[in-house]
């Protein structure tokens, strides 16, 4: 698909933090928001890829360890202090690595592993962003769940699945208790995309990916750009009533019995 120009000018004036902003949806992401006008901090180990996405969004790269307490703070506070405030939190970072899979082959060490990136880091990033935002009286929240969370797969990648039903329910949970105080909390369900994560995976089995897309009503992934814009619409004024929701973009996958011929 081509990339859709962007015309929106919704975030102008509004500072938005993006964990695992290097590469994927969340590069796409950092894009986005600063087409639509926000400044962007760049989160992501990756500090040559990091860099550059903050160059090329003109915003600010943070060499960040999504599972580090400490350097979670430091992200959020640097933000406020270069900035004035977090008006966005895009927590996105997450891996999925080939050594989880089914529950009968999937060791410990891969299991705490997925953990401590994909959901520890989500409430490590939501536990520093908070009290910032309640100091504003103004937030939005959004964290990369997965339509994994509501659906079951027969090829299965335990943690992964696991951990993004952490993510939605608590997603959920935050949404419910900080909506008075202006602070809106949802969980971003995407359907597969084709980011460098799908693709490494995929590429070492192509049969994996063949059985997962023909269960795709739209019959491809997604693209980034359009997960991007997604959470662009959620971090708007557009989404002032959208709060605590499990947002599906997943071109049908989980309202589907069976795909088209």
Avoid at 19 to 48: F, M, Y
Avoid at 94 to 116: C, F, H, K, M, N
Avoid at 165 to 181: I, N, P
Wanted: hydrophobic share 45%; aromatic share 6%; glycine share 8%.
């Amino acid at each position: 698909m081509t990339e859709t120009p962007v015309s929106a000018r919704r975030l102008v004036g509004r500072t938005a933090v993006i964990t695992g902003a290097a590469s994927g949806i969340g590069l796409a992401t950092a894009r986005r928001l600063a087409a639509e006008g926000a400044t962007v901090v760049c989160a992501d180990l990756d500090a040559e890829r990091g860099e550059a996405a903050a160059a090329e969004t003109g915003g600010r790269y943070v060499h960040t360890d999504v599972t580090d307490r400490e350097q979670v703070e430091a992200l959020f506070q640097t933000t406020v202090d270069a900035y004035g405030a977090v008006d966005i939190a895009f927590n996105n970072a997450g891996i999925s690595p080939p050594d989880d899979d089914s529950i009968l082959t999937t060791e410990l060490d891969a299991w705490r592993r997925v953990q401590e990136t994909n959901l520890t880091s989500v409430y490590l990033c939501c536990k520093a962003v908070l009290p910032h935002m309640r100091r504003q009286g103004r937030g939005s929240i959004i964290n990369t769940a997965s339509f994994v969370a509501v659906m079951g797969a027969a090829t299965s990648q335990i943690s992964y699945t696991a951990s993004k039903g952490g993510v939605l329910a608590m997603s959920r949970e935050l949404g419910v208790q900080f909506a008075r105080e202006g602070i809106r909390v949802n969980a971003l369900c995407p359907g597969p995309v084709n980011t460098p994560l799908l693709k490494e995976l995929f590429a070492k089995d192509p049969e994996r990916a063949a059985r997962r897309l023909v269960h795709v009503p739209a019959g491809r992934f997604a693209e980034p750009e359009e997960i991007a814009a997604a959470v662009a619409f959620l971090a708007s004024d557009d989404a002032s009533f959208v709060n605590a929701a499990e947002f599906l973009v997943d071109g049908g996958i989980s309202g589907a019995y069976v795909t088209p011929l």
